[in-house]
Structures are given as C-alpha cells and as structure tokens.
C-alpha cells in the first residue's frame, strides 16, 4: 500500500561538462555538494520526505558510480517492502538499443516500468538541482485543481526571466502560455523543471511524440507545448525557497557558500525535513590546539589544525597546522599541508595541497583544483 | 572468525550517576556521535563475528532504536542476526539480576547458535581488537577460556574496580582481583572472553548452580586451579567506562587526535548508527580549539578542550572549556561552563556560569532547564 | 493519513494460558503465517500512518525481531518511525503495570510526536480497516473521541468480556460494559479509539490522577457524559482473540476461504516478516483438505479442517483434525491428533492419540515432547 | 570490513532464447524456478550464505524486471553498510559506449568498479544455473593451493562429458589441460562456469584480452587457455551435489520436478543454506474441502480444490473444484477453472486455463502454455 498513488522519475543522464573534471568520472548528479551530500541527495530526500515510495532514476553517462549510489535505497529510507529506487539506462530490447535521445525519451523508454506500478500521477524531476521541496503539497494543489499536468514555477527577477522557460498564466495560475527563454518576457514565473502529470495523459502523448520525427522528444520543447495545444488543464505550483541548478564551477562554488551567508534560506539543521545521505564510517571532526575556525562549514572526519574561514570543508579534509583555508570548498579527504595557503579554490575529492603552497587568487574565477599540487 | 557466537554482555558492574538513570550502559554518548555499544559490536563484525546477542536489563528501547537490525554493523540480515535479549521480569530483588540469571534465561537461544565458540565481551570497555587473534592463541593454547588483557602503569588512577589478572608464565591466569588503586602496574583484564560454547554453558550452569548470585567472572575465579585459563594481551589504546571520573578523563584525553588515532583506524572502522545530521556551522564569532565536535551543531561561541555532541547550539559569547556536551543541549549565549558534563536535551540559559574543577565535575541532568 | 501517530496498546487485558506464557500476545501465531500485531500493523501501514508506537510489558524479544524497523510494513525508516516501548521496570505489583502507566512512564515520546491525532488499537482485535474513513467522521462529527465497533449476533458465544457499547443516536456512545455473554445482539467495541494527541495526553493524565489502577478505557467510560464520544462502524470481519476457545474457534473458521477472503483482501495486504521459508512438500501418501498450510511443511500425512504453521513436518499415517498446530512441530507417523493445540517447537513422538473435544481443546506446550 | 576480500560477478546477460516466451518480457535468470524462487536466487542466496558483501551483477538484454528485482539487497540481506548489489548494465562512457561483446568483456568493462573495492580474489558466477555450493569452501582451495585461478568442477558421465569444457587435472587437481566439449573426451571433470580468480592475474589478463582482435572476449574460449598458456596455476575445484543449467522448457520443468523425485538432492527445506527470494504478501495455502492434493510442492497463496499430482504451484495458483493438475509446473497466478484438466504443462505467469478445457499430453514434449486458453 503506497502512501500516495504517484511515481517519481529522476531524470539523472547528465554529462554535466561545464563542471569539466569533476564529471570525468562521476555524473553531475553524484558530484558532492554542502560538506557531506551529493546533489542527487535532494530530490531522493525530498521524495523519502513527501512519502514517495517508488523512485526510477533515469541515468545515461558514465554511471557505475552514480546507480551503485543511489542503488542503496535505504540511505533514504525507501528500502521498505513495497518502496524502491530503480536505476533505469538505456537497455537492449527485443527491438534493438538506442540512447536515451531526450528528457521525454528517457520516459517513453520506461513505460513498462512505469505501467507496472500502475500510478494515478507521476512526478518528473531532475537530478541537479538543490531545493527542499514538499512534492505531496505540489500533488495536492495538482488533484484540487482536477489539472492534467501541474508544473513548478519559481518567481524569478524579470531582467532574469529570459534564461528560463517561462510561464504566462491567468488568475488561477493555469498556464495559458509556455515561453523557452522569451527575449520580452511575459511573466516572471520560471519552469523548475518539476512536473506531475496525470500517467493516462502523459502515456498517451508520449507514445504519439515518439513517432514524430520532427520532435525533440524533450519536456519542454514538445511534451509541455503539446499539452498546451490539445487544450489541456496545466496548472503552476508557486514555490517559495531556495533553489539552484549547479551547471559551472562558479554556481557550485557559489551555492556551498550559501550555507555560510545564505543560511536561512538553504537550512540543513531542519530537523523537520532532512536531507539523507551515506553516512561514512569516519569519527567526529578534531578541531586541534592551533586550530582557528570561523565561519564554516565542516563535516565529520576532518582534522583541522590551522585556519579556516568562509569555507565548506567535506568529510575527511585535513588542514594541518599552520596552513590557511578561505573563501574554498574543499571536497572530500582533500589534504591542505603544513603552511598551505588556499583561497577561493574548489578541489576535486583525494587532492593534496603541497607543504607551504598557495593557491587560488583573492579575486576573479573560482579555480577548480583538479590534481594534486606538490609541496616544497 | 564466522565459527563464533558474539557475547555483548550485562554491564550491571557499571554505575555512572546520571547517565546510567536513563539509559542502559550501551547507549552512553561517547566522543560526539558514538554510544559505548559501537566499540564492541565494531570489535565483533569487524572480526567476521555475524551472530551476536545483546544481554540487557531493563530500558531496551534505545539500544532497540541504536543497534536495529544490525545493519549498519554489517551484519547480512539474512545469514546472520542480532538479538537483544533481556533477563527474566520476574520482580525479585535487584541483586538477582545479573549475567548469569539472564544466560539461564535466554539458554535456548545459546544452545540454538550453530556457532562452536563464544566471544563475550562488555560494552564499557573501550578497544580495538581483532578476536581472531585470540582465537588462534586460544586454539594453539588448547586452553579452556582465554581473557583478554592490557598491562597499564595508570591502575593507581584509572580502572577502578576492574578485574586484574595475576598471569604465570607461559600467561596463565593464576588469580583474578579487584583493582584497588594501590599500584600503578597492572595486568588489566577487559572481561572480555574468548571459550567454546561448551566451556561456556559449562560455567553458567556451574555459576547457576553455585548461588543465585554469582556470576561469570566469580564463577571463572573459582575455576582458575581447575581449567586452563590464559590471558591475551591487547594492543592500542584501552579504556574502561564505568565512574563518571572516568567518562570524563576518557573523553578528555581523546581529543588528542594522536591518541584517538590509535582507537579511531580506518582499517579497523567503528560503525554506529546515523543520524543524518547536517556538517557543524561555525559563525564568524566562533573560536574552538582542541576539541572534538560532531555534526549539525551550530557553534558561535568559544569552545577549548571540550567534546561535543551532535545538534548543539552555543551562543555568541558563551565559553565551554574542558566540558563533555551531549546530544541536543542548547547553551545560551555568554554562558560560562567549565568542567562539566551536560547530558542530553538540557538547556543553559538561565544560569550564566557553570564552573567545576577537575575533581569535581558537575553533571547536569537530562532535559534540565538550567 | 499522515498526520496521526498510531499506537498498538498494552495487552494486559488478554490471557491465554500456555500461548501466553512464552511470549506476549502481538507475538501470538495465527492462520500459519501471521503473528497477532500484523493486523494492527498493516491497518495503520496502510492508511498511511508511519509513526507507530507498540507498548509491551514484557519479553520484548520475540516482538523485537518480528517487527525489525518496520520496513516489511511498509514504513520508510528515515521519514517514518517504529518504536517498542516498554512499561516502568520498577519491581511493583502486577496490578499497576497498565496501559496508562506505560503510557506515563514514556510521555516524552508521545509528547515529541508531531502528529496532530492518534489512533489507538490492540493487537488482539483482527480486522482490517482503513483508519482515514473514521478520522473523517471524527472530525465531521467535531468528536473528542471515536471508538470503532461491529455490531454482531453472537455475541453470546463470542468476545467473551471485550468491552460492549450502548449508543445513542446519532451513534454517541453512552456506556461502555463488559460483555458478559447474556445476549446475543451487541455493540462489540474493537477497544480501537481515534481522538486528538491532546484529548488523549489529557486522557491519560486524568486516569493517573485518578487512580493508579486506572486504565484509558476507565478514564474514557468515566468521561461519557462529559465528552463526545462517538461510535464508528467497522464492516466486514471482526475477531477478538483474548481467550483460548477464541483463538481456536476463529482459526477454525478462518479455514473457510470464503470467510477468510474478507480479512485477506490483496488491496488491503496484511504484511509479516518473511521467514524464508520454501514451499510445502505434500508426499504421494498425503491426504490434505479444509486446512490452512504455512509453508516449509512436509506433509505425508492427513491432514482435515485444521490450521498448520510453517515448518512442521506431519509423518506417513498421522491424522489431524479439528486442530491447531504452530511452527516447527513435529507428529510422527501414525500420530492422531483431534481438537488439539500444539505449541511451537513441541514433538508429538511417543503418544499415538491425542483426542480433545470441541468443548475440551488440548494444549500442547511450547518445546514439548508427547 | 568484509568478511572475505572477494567480490563476485554473476553473468546475467543471457536471452534465453531457448525458453520462448518465458523471456520475451524478462531476461533467463529472471525466470521463475520452485514454487517461489527466481532462478538468480541461487546465486545471489549462495553469496549471501558464503559470507560474501558485494555482488555486481551483469545485465544486457531487456533488463527493467530483473534489475529492479536484484536491486532490493535487502531480500538477501545484501543490504549491510559495506554490501550491495549492484547492477551492472553496459554504460556510455568518454570513449563511447558499446554492448559486451562476451564474458570476459563484460568484466573488462567494469574494471572500474572491482578496482573500487580492491579485492584480492573476484568470483565469477552465471546467473542461469540451480544449485547451493559454499564459495567460502572453494575459497579455502583456491587459497590452500596458492592457485591463480580455481574452478568448480562436476563429475558427470563420461558419455555426456563431450556436451560439456573438461579439465583434465593431475593428482593434486591441478588443471593441465582445458578441452571445450571435446570429441574424446579425457576426464568427466565438467567446468560450472564458476571461476576464483586472483584478480590482479585477471586484471591483467582482461586488459590483454581487450586488445586481441582474435579474441571472442570469453572465460572459457579465452582466458582460461590463457592462464593454462601463461603457466600459471588453475586448480580444480570438486562440486558434489545438485546442479542444473535450466536452458530449455523440458530441463526448466524437469528442474522442478527433481524437487518431488530428488528432494534428497535438491534440498530446499534445509534451514542452514536457505535460499531467500522476495517474499510476496498473499497468506497461506487454503486446501479447500474438495481438495486432493498429493506428491506437490505448493507455495503460499495458492487455493486449491480440486486434484494436484506430482505438480508444482508458484505462489497465488488457483485450481478450482474438479479442476486436475498433473505433472505440471504452473507459474504464478496460474488458474485452473473448474474441470479443466492440465497435464504436462508448464504455464506463465497469470495464465488462465479455462472452464472444462483439457491441456497437455500424457507423453513427449513438455507444452509450454504462454496463452490464456478460454473455457466453456
């Protein structure tokens, strides 16, 4: 017995190359983020939160470690009898194997999976994005409205609106009209790319947009606009909160330190909705003797020992003495020898800073520290 | 180590004024994020051990919530099983309640393990140990039961009222006392023992039969002339945490990153459950040093030499110096603590300064509003 | 559904001599595959409760392991909760031990809840319901409390002492009596309640103020003139399994498929622990029918209108009839087994006839060997 | 900490082709097999039995049902904080993506992933065969004899050995030669397709074989000659006990049947070696009052009133009043309407014979009933 009738599909297939080498091995979705979370963290923990059972997650590039990690459903809970998350690539069939060719496709090769579970809504979401979001309350204003699709729309500044999908609504914020990046745009109201869809509605566009040559096979290029053309009830979902999509190494940089200056707005000590995620076998962090530690962000396992200011230290950083940390995010077992000095760098995970370097300038772009940097 | 039967045992010995109230001896917080249990349990998966009960007297329910189904001390489910099994309820006197009743208790579930040797350890000694070794000494010793042991020159001041083995060459147990404190050197015994399950039904019937009120430990005393016992000495780092005196110094002496690296190896990784807490935000006004702090706290006041447990909230200007903070306590700002022990859920924020020594700790009670 | 806390009360009220001897009744077997608390448990699963608390008095054990953290109901262990709590442990009398004292004794985990209503049932009631329907007719009928009930015909023969409600137009409830079996036509109450977290902590303060003795079903019976107290009808199977006779007769007629498919209903799963069980093994010499069969049996036997737990192994000849047999039992060859209870774990080995009555059920018990 | 430092891979990429309609929705090791079980089952419960963490399983042809039910660990206690399983599907990765080409390949292509838990020794397993075997014990050999390679073998008749790869071993079991069904021959020491390898010998041997143009990228066609070639030291390990690769309709039902006529063999009721699967919440058996059953295995769920013989029922079958079954294997939610008489059969799931239909012979071939056969 499922807590509500709806699926969640996770669309995970993102190669992510505007964050360059830290997606070389890993999706964007598995890339570290806040001290100790992946972002794909935030969408499994708030469906875990909104009681969701069943999770697929769509993934495509390079992605043993991304579906070994989101394979371990009971980091969120949704381990239990009837619930699951199901990794779903591209996979041969009788018909032949093709690569996911777009957001919709992704779903249209699913069907089956999706049938199986036989649900009144599904939820579409995407993998790289930080929010805290109650998707129950999102299904709720779905069913009121009796609408066939719902999609979340974030208030955005107007001189902004023209980066995002935007949706013209009326009174009751049904959507009258759907703009991809409108050079005037008409409203503020940005697309999140979270939707619910009735399944029965969706199924059935889904199975005529693929055989649409002429079709991107994508949300919102040609699913959403085919809604809107066959007149269908789409309805937006007004969301109030913190939000990002960490596309370049300046966002993700810039959205860890929103923890610091930000806080009230992306609050993880909510005790109320967690964010879930693998918990590493390591102890509490050692803040030693020579230590100085202010404004920060630290996780469990680190052993600092020199100065840290306005910074995210992930699990396992060490910061011997002497050394000095400021302005960077340092992701995880990343090592700032004795008498280091970084600023404003963002390192890949397992990276050495050497005995008395300095990195990092104290303005311009984020340097993205990728490889080790030897020591005197 | 599959062929082994885990023991965590009835820890009755211990009395820990305040903490013990509410609490069974397993569920003491310990250094940030841990409970006493993780050590042993780490100790017995770590060493391929995948069947293990759990003895306990009374207020199972945290332990119950802690340990689960053992999950996150990587037991398999399926192959392998964790039990917590409590004494009989009967309401006898208090004096009757002790590890041997609660064998006799739980005896079918002993009897039942397809396992052919008995590992029985406590969980208030503090150790990291791979029982395997043991076990190979005590196959290649041919001895009845082998005690684990750690030879200290601080027994004038630390492990009160443990058991100190008396061990002839080539190490056999020859006497087992209590620690007085009236010498630095000595062998102390971790009341952890390594036996075959038969050797261990042996003795509890043997205890059981004795007197209602002895346990193992007397009834291995008794059996020291008759049975081969031999002592095997633990390496590392040992600690036994059974006086508030001790919890204290313990705690202190860890935040030593160089001696809590001997206890904390991640080779030899100490699991505990989690609670999904947040990384520990410092403010700018935040000043720590010397101290072991666990997750989701919120720190923007000055904290020297101190331990603190998770989701703990220190306000701007508050002073914590050589203090043990539980889980959850909130110390409002410019709050002065020293040599303290503050335990779970309770709130500083009336009361500007709380300043003990080092022979005097205070305690301050769960939930207390102070 | 999800903003109620549910509650599986105390079961102080229940005796079954020999089935609850060992174990405390949540844990008692019943129709092969299923122990008492999987009906309670899979009622609020599946209406979407995900905080459960299960009060027990004693030997939590066998509770512990069947509910694990809850996953196999379906409660996600990160946004939900499943806690064994247990009553004070203090050596007092029998008598003070109740459901309002464990209630009392673990306030803070009922006050801590977030949960805005609370849904209160036994695990010896079995039925199935979807809590959501009267939560609604709670709140439309602005109750302080609402007590589910069946309206039965039998109640002369069945739910000996189970509490009977006279109720008023439109359904307020006016007494609350014990059925004494004089009557036929009555009101059976499920001793399930529904009410606001407040009204029932107020509740339970009351009747501790009250007396010691008091129980939340005294405090309530006292409250009728001054709550609204409402009834709430339950459709479909309904069976109270607090005495011997009871349990047996239900399993009888749970043997009738037509019956049982109202309480196994597959959009209304009652959920258990899996015991990894292989299927049952009937021998060509096997003469099987009217029976429940558990699985992992290995049948060679007759077996006619009767219930079999799982992994019980009936031999060549052995007739069983009219009877009751739980996990892991053994009859032997040519054994004959009439109106007969047999206990887990018991052997039917040496005595070739065991004969009861209809009226004279015979108890085997648990581990026995016959 | 593991309890041994080995990982397995279980080879589970098999069509099946030979199991017709069985696997056009699931692939083989999918398949159902004994009253409740799916065959990969047995696999994955011997791991679990043998102390083993990690699994990675293989997957490649239509893999949405098989995946989905390998991913919920839990079933076999897999679930711990250092296990799991993991599926392993082909991936797209920098250098493009392609399916595996062979056995051997599909371990080369997930290097990466043994690298990451850096074992000593990887078990490699194929997901379509019965049988319980302690790979602890097959681990001692391979560890008492100093071998680089260990695998199970089976005596079989030497008349059948040439369907099967021999070994021909000395008196130490040491393998010296490998014949892939020969004509004539030398031992009846038949391969499982169970291998022990120290991995880095396979490591190495992997990243050769990838670059041989002339290899079929294959355990037993390649690697193994190659380790013979190399000098290196292949032991033999001795299998005793029930083993069945289940590749055609007539062994698939001949597999069940053992369960009635070699219960000695393939012991399913032995509680120190169970074989787990997922446990599907429907209540006991009901054996109405018209019932006959005798010589069957019958899982819970099923409601029986007329006559079984010498059959097997998977879980929820329903035989209605006078209905017959005889020596069949009838697949989940198989149900028999009153009267109807099946004999010889083997269905699929959620087949319905009708009321009064007759199905199946009392000789030749096993009939495989993919259909729903209507009634009166």
């Known amino acids: ?376 | 180590m599959i062929n082994t039967l885990g023991i965590v045992s009835y820890d009755d010995f211990v009395e820990i004024p305040g903490l013990t109230d509410t609490r069974p001896v397993p569920s003491i917080s310990f250094m940030g994020r841990y409970r006493l249990i993780d050590f042993v349990l780490s100790n017995m998966t770590n060493s391929g051990i995948s069947n293990i009960q759990i003895y306990l007297k009374n207020k199972p329910r945290s332990v119950i919530e802690h340990v689960g189904t053992g999950r996150h001390y990587n037991i398999n489910s399926k192959s392998g099983k964790l039990r917590i099994l409590t004494g009989e309820v009967n309401a006898q006197a208090e004096v009757y309640h002790h590890d041997v009743s609660a064998y006799m208790a739980n005896m079918q579930y002993i009897e039942d393990a397809h396992q052919e040797y008995v590992v029985i350890a406590p969980s208030y000694m503090i150790y990291k140990f791979d029982f395997n070794e043991a076990l190979l000494a005590h196959k290649e010793n041919k001895a009845d039961v082998t005690v684990l042991y750690k030879t200290v020159d601080n027994a004038d001041t630390s492990f009160a009222r443990i058991d100190t083995l008396t061990i002839d060459k080539p190490r056999r147990v020859v006497a087992i006392d209590k620690n007085q404190g009236k010498f630095k050197n000595r062998h102390i015994s971790l009341s952890s023992y390594i036996m075959s399950k038969e050797v261990f039904i042996h003795l509890v019937y043997l205890a059981h039969e004795t007197s209602s009120l002895y346990t193992l430990r007397d009834i291995l005393k008794d059996q020291l002339p008759l049975m081969n016992v031999m002592a095997y000495p633990v390496k590392g780092y040992v600690a036994s945490i059974n006086t508030m005196p001790e919890y204290y110094k313990v705690s202190m002496e860890l935040t030593d990153y160089e001696m809590a690296k001997e206890l904390f190896n991640p080779q030899w990784p100490i699991h505990t459950r989690t609670n999904d807490s947040a990384p520990t935000q410092y403010a700018t006004e935040a000043d720590v040093s010397g101290s072991v702090i666990a997750n989701h706290c919120q720190i923007a006041g000055t904290v020297k030499h101190s331990v603190i447990g998770r989701d703990v909230v220190i306000g701007k200007g508050a002073v914590i110096e050589d203090s043990v903070i539980l889980a959850n306590v909130e110390v409002a700002e410019n709050a002065v603590l020293k040599h303290v022990v503050v335990d779970k859920f309770a709130r500083i924020v009336h009361k500007n300064e709380l300043v003990g020594t080092p022979d005097r700790i205070i305690y301050v009670k769960r939930k207390d509003v102070i």
């Not at chain 1, 599909?9 to 999706?27: E, H, P, Q």
């Not at chain 1, 998350?85 to 992704?106: C, M, N, S, W």
């Not at chain 1, 009209?177 to 889904?206: C, H, T, V």
């Not at chain 1, 910074?311 to 340092?330: H, I, K, P, Y």
């Open chain 1, 1 to 376: 017995m499922r807590q509500n009738n709806m699926v969640a599909m996770i669309l995970a297939g993102g190669r992510g190359s505007r964050l360059y080498d830290l997606t070389n091995k890993v999706a964007k979705p598995a890339v570290y983020f806040g001290g100790k979370y992946r972002i794909i963290d935030f969408p499994l923990s708030n469906c875990a939160n909104s009681g969701i059972d069943v999770v697929g997650v769509l993934t495509q590039y390079e992605s043993v470690l991304l579906n070994s990690y989101v394979a371990k459903a009971s980091l969120w809970g949704l381990d239990a009898k009837d619930s699951g998350i199901y990794v779903l690539p591209p996979r041969e069939k009788i018909e032949g194997f093709g690569l996911y060719r777009g957001t919709a496709d992704a779903i249209t090769q699913n069907i089956d999976f999706i049938d199986y579970y036989d649900p009144e809504t599904v939820l579409i979401l995407s993998g790289d994005h930080i929010y805290k979001m109650d998707y129950s309350k999102m299904l709720d204003c779905h069913n009121d409205n009796k609408a066939d699709a719902t999609i979340a729309v974030l208030e955005v500044p107007l001189k902004e609106a023209s980066r995002f999908g935007i949706m013209n609504t009326d009174a009751t914020d049904r959507i009258v009209e759907f703009e991809e990046k409108p050079k005037q745009p008409k409203s503020n109201l940005a697309s999140m790319g979270i939707y619910i869809f009735d399944w029965k509605k969706l199924r059935k566009a889904l199975l005529d947009d693929v055989k649409n040559p002429d079709s991107n096979h994508d949300f919102g290029k040609d699913i959403i606009p085919g809604f809107l053309n066959g007149g269908l009830h789409l309805q937006a979902y007004r969301f109030k909160g913190y939000w990002k999509d960490v596309g370049t190494i300046d966002s993700l940089w810039e959205s860890n330190m929103d923890l610091l200056y930000r806080s009230e707005e992306l609050n993880l000590h909510d005790s109320a909705w967690k964010i879930y995620t693998e918990d590493v076998t390591v102890p509490a962090q050692f803040i030693g003797p020579k230590a100085h530690v202010s404004n920060a962000y630290i996780n469990q396992g680190c052993v600092v020992n020199g100065t840290v200011k306005n910074s995210v230290l992930f699990t396992g950083v060490v910061v011997e003495e002497g050394a000095e940390v400021s302005d960077s995010v340092l992701m995880p077992y990343t090592v700032v020898k004795a008498g280091a000095k970084v600023q404003r760098i963002l390192t890949d995970d397992h990276i050495t800073i050497g005995v008395n370097q300095t990195v990092g300038q104290p303005d311009g772009e984020i340097l993205l520290v990728a490889k080790n940097v030897k020591g005197d």
